[in-house]
């Protein structure tokens, strides 16, 4: 049985830094790659950032880019998103999610399409 499931989300201030973890079961990560995705009250869901297990090719969004960092590790088949700076703006609820790679994968790496697999998702909360 497929799982994804997150950790690490909660409340922050403005400026202060959270880790989030997204631990897979049931399959190898090999040929897949993970990415990080997040969704606030009323908007659309988003792509944070994406990695690909097998060489650590890796997207992160404008809004995200130089804050966060996603990394990887295959060995605990775990994948984490690192969050700095955090501000109001980055509130929302952050999910895991994991697909194949798939001809063409990196010309459309925030297509939610894209991924077979979710987490349940994880607050985040940037508050004062």
């Known amino acids: 049985q497929v799982q994804l499931v997150e950790s690490g989300g909660g409340l922050v201030q403005p400026g202060g830094s959270l880790r989030l973890s997204c631990a897979a079961s049931?399959?190898?990560?090999?040929?897949?790659?993970m990415g990080w995705f997040r969704q606030a009250p009323g908007k659309e869901r988003e792509a944070v950032s994406v990695i690909s297990i097998s060489d650590g090719t890796s997207y992160d969004a404008d809004s995200v880019r130089g804050r966060f960092t996603i990394s990887r590790d295959n060995a605990k088949n775990t994948v984490y998103l690192q969050m700095n700076s955090l501000k109001v703006e980055d509130t929302a609820v952050y999910y895991c999610?994991?697909?194949?790679?798939?001809?063409?994968?990196?010309?459309?790496?925030?297509?939610?399409?894209?991924?077979?697999?979710w987490g349940q998702g994880t607050q985040v909360t940037v508050s004062s």
């Open positions: 999610a994991a697909g194949p790679i798939r001809p063409g994968f990196w010309s459309r790496p925030t297509n939610t399409a894209e991924y077979d697999y």
């Open positions: 049931g399959f190898t990560l090999d040929h897949y790659v």
